[in-house]
């Protein structure tokens, strides 16, 4: 546990810190109902763009959704292959698809 040696953690200034942001607020509050109809007018005109990076997420998120499942009977297949000791790695034809990968992922 960290003790504040300025005693902010106090219940009294708890207290007296929460009457403050009350009181805060509600001047807040009173200086903006006079500036509603230019906030209005400004948030109509605000708009929303996505970095580059955000729209790179977007569509490989959209691609994931789009990607069908997978193949079960395959799966199984390989598992029967690698249990019998006869599945063979081509390590050529691994790097190639790797690669293909990365490129189509990071343009």
């Known amino acids: 546990?960290?003790?504040?040696?300025?005693?902010q953690n106090q219940p009294n200034n708890v207290a007296t810190n929460a009457k403050q942001q009350r009181a805060?607020?509600?001047?807040?509050?009173?200086?903006n109902t006079t500036a509603?109809?230019?906030?209005?007018?400004k948030a109509a005109a605000d708009s929303v763009s996505l970095t580059p990076q955000a729209q790179q997420l977007k569509g490989l998120q959209?691609?994931?959704?789009?990607?069908?499942?997978?193949?079960s009977k395959k799966v199984d297949e390989l598992k029967k292959a690698i249990a019998e000791g006869k599945y063979q790695v081509?390590?050529?034809?691994l790097a190639k698809n790797?690669?293909?990968f990365e490129f189509d992922l990071f343009g």
């Open 1 to 7: 546990m960290v003790n504040n040696i300025n005693g």
């Open 24 to 31: 805060e607020l509600q001047r807040n509050e009173a200086s």
């Open 36 to 41: 509603k109809p230019q906030a209005q007018a």
């Open 62 to 71: 959209e691609k994931a959704q789009q990607a069908p499942s997978f193949d």
């Open 90 to 93: 081509d390590s050529e034809k």
């Open 98 to 100: 790797i690669a293909a």
